[in-house]
């Protein structure tokens, strides 16, 4: 399969992609390239207010936080809550899971002027709820599961540890920002 037709089967949450880029190795550069144009294009409507470097640094945290989340799924899938047939390896979840972010390249529209931010409060939802359902179907593919609900449970361990991931990162964020402004005067 190529880059375009996973990033189209992950988006029509196609088990039988998820199973082929678990099986490629070679996918592992479309997999960092899935959630760095993902992160990128959730961000492109604030390139003007945020600028290059703070969308740099977004893609750089969004890749940490796929990597972070592979890891729990993977512990999680393989340790915790393994099926008979659950043999995943670390780089097959990453992959796997790594297109689950595909929803994220609908940001783009947010560029539109005067609609962005509009189209990004009502895209947001939509796009989170659309990659938990891909994670979903990622995670039952990768760790081989007979049942969905194993694989909801797993995302949402994952989702735990990334959401608790995003607000270390904002706190710190804030806390520089905070001490910065006081002694930049």
Known sequence: MTF?????????????????????????GQAVGIIALAALA?????????????????????????????????????????????KADFPETFRTIAFAAAPGLIGVVTIIPFLG?????????VILIWSMAAMVVAVRSVLDYSETFKAVIVVLIGFVVYVVFWMTMAFLSFGAAVVGGMFGR
């Open 117 to 125: 931010w509009l189209l990004m409060l009502i895209l947001t939802p």
């Open 42 to 86: 959730s961000n492109l409507g604030q390139i003007w207010r945020l600028g290059f470097g703070v969308m740099l640094i977004g893609v750089c945290s969004s890749l940490v936080g796929y990597v972070l989340w592979s890891v729990v799924v993977w512990l999680a899938g393989t340790k915790l809550m393994p099926d008979p047939a659950t």
């Open 4 to 28: 375009g037709e996973r990033v189209v089967g992950a988006l029509k949450l196609d088990a039988n992609t998820f199973e082929d880029i678990e099986r490629d190795p070679t996918a592992m």
